[in-house]
């Protein structure tokens, strides 16, 4: 028996993933904990002691700091990622700074002794882009998707006699500052700025896009908006007003069972929508994944849109089959529900370890992630991942710690009142 912590890092979008993987774990016999990433994260490594440690993508400084220093007291780390990555059929068409963005700009193979892929060819690209040693990982499938494959929820959300359509909104960095939006990108890296302007722009678009469809189709259609995490859902009120419905703060897999079509702008949504047998359309897609946009047929107008939602049939999946094909094959890996079995299996071939955890976590040095934003007599800022206080230039929506390397977003009132 092992002592694992699991870190579920979007507490919306991976709490279900990361309790499958652990309930398996726990049939191997192991004494597994839960936790929130950035929650209290060190103080749990010091307390528990683990054997293993279970992280999103090392593809920040404090996640990589953090996993260092785990690995340092003989403690196994093994990532689970949260997303594929990206298609090798799409390498061809993003920046070095993107691509970068995705496989990690720090060298992480020394850290990790196991990594969780979703597909054969996940592998084959961390291990030419990410520099990780391909005997390091494991193609268990998709580990997402189990939950798919789980009895639904006993919970019933309210519904008119209208049709219901979920515009599933995908602008996460429409609201970032663009000096500083992308966690996993450098701080001087120019994808920042690109990534604002092409968000900000798409969702000017759809916004506008959804005030024509409710205007030719609200009698018939009720229109659900689900905001990006990393939105500001005040902005779509502001706009949008009441001719929309809000979708409750719920993980994919459940909003998609209330809803009769999906609208995305280039999402693993559309393929979520097809493991539901719900029909999806991209609207004005913005996915630099060439292979994702193509699941769900391609609208250009609200006009289009209309007359393919006219009439389709809400039972019946209309995601390409050649591209569904093509992504279990290589990239999602095997989708039955029993990814997380996979998984466990191979966290519990790890050899035996005897990690030496002190009581006490290393104190910060100095800031060695500084950037010119971070200034004093400021603005005053606290990182919730190491509580360092430090002042910066304002206004600034997002700043990376000068000390842990973590994103800080700025909250609306202080973290512990």
Known sequence: MKKIIVLTHNPVRDPVTDDCLSACLRKKGHFVFRRGFLEDDKNMILCIKPNIVIV??????????????????????VVRPCEVGISAESMATISDEYRKAIFGNWPVNELIDLMLCWGPKMKTLFSMYGGIEEHKMEAVGGLAFDQFFLPPPPETIPRTEKKRVLFATGFAYADRNPQYAIPEARPEDRLHAEMVRIDSAARARWLTAIKQFWAQRGNDWEIWVKPHPGEKEEVYRAVLKDIVTYCPPLPAVRALRYVDAVVHAGSTMAFEAHLLQKPAFCFDNICQDIIVSKISPQVETVEELIKNLDGLDPTRSNANPEIIDLL????YGTCDGKASQRAAEAIDALPENHPQVPDQWPPFTGMRYKTDCILINVERWQCRACQTIYHVQGPREMVKCPCCGIANVKMNRPINS
């Open 56 to 77: 999103p993508e090392i593809r920040c400084e404090y996640t990589r700091d953090f996993a260092a220093q785990c690995k340092a007291w003989g403690i196994q780390v």
């Open 328 to 331: 279990q094959r290589d990239y």
